[in-house]
């Protein structure tokens, strides 16, 4: 059997060192509080997607259904990366974001797979 070359990342033994380590109390507290908002959040974001008249936002969902905020904002894009891959919702174009905050920087618009893009 061949073995494929390896190539060398910078930091790269570090990283692997580090994902040996045991994880503190805080990252599993952390862990727990992500999925206990997952618990809360796809289940309202899926209902909104069901009833969307046409693309939407995160925010769009948020305000309509009253998710919570989570207690790190990049939580939103890795759920929504996690039910693109599972084939639940898929994006269909770019929006300003309405979220007051934002700055109406560029956000992705969402459908519900197999929903109509109007």
């Known amino acids: 059997m061949t073995r494929l070359r390896t190539t060398h990342i910078p930091g790269q033994a570090a990283l692997i060192a580090r994902a040996a380590c045991a994880s503190t109390p805080e990252q599993i507290a952390v862990a727990r509080g992500r999925v206990d908002w997952e618990n809360i959040a796809e289940p309202k974001i899926l ?29 939103w894009g890795l759920l929504f990366a996690r039910l693109h891959r599972e084939l639940r919702v898929e994006p269909v174009g770019w929006d300003q974001s309405h979220r007051p905050s934002s700055g109406r920087s560029g956000v992705r618009q969402w459908q519900r797979v197999g929903g109509d893009p109007s």
């Open 47 to 75: 209902d909104y997607a069901d009833e969307a008249p046409g693309p939407w936002t995160s925010f769009d969902a948020k305000r309509a259904k009253e998710i919570p905020e989570p207690a790190h904002c990049n939580w």
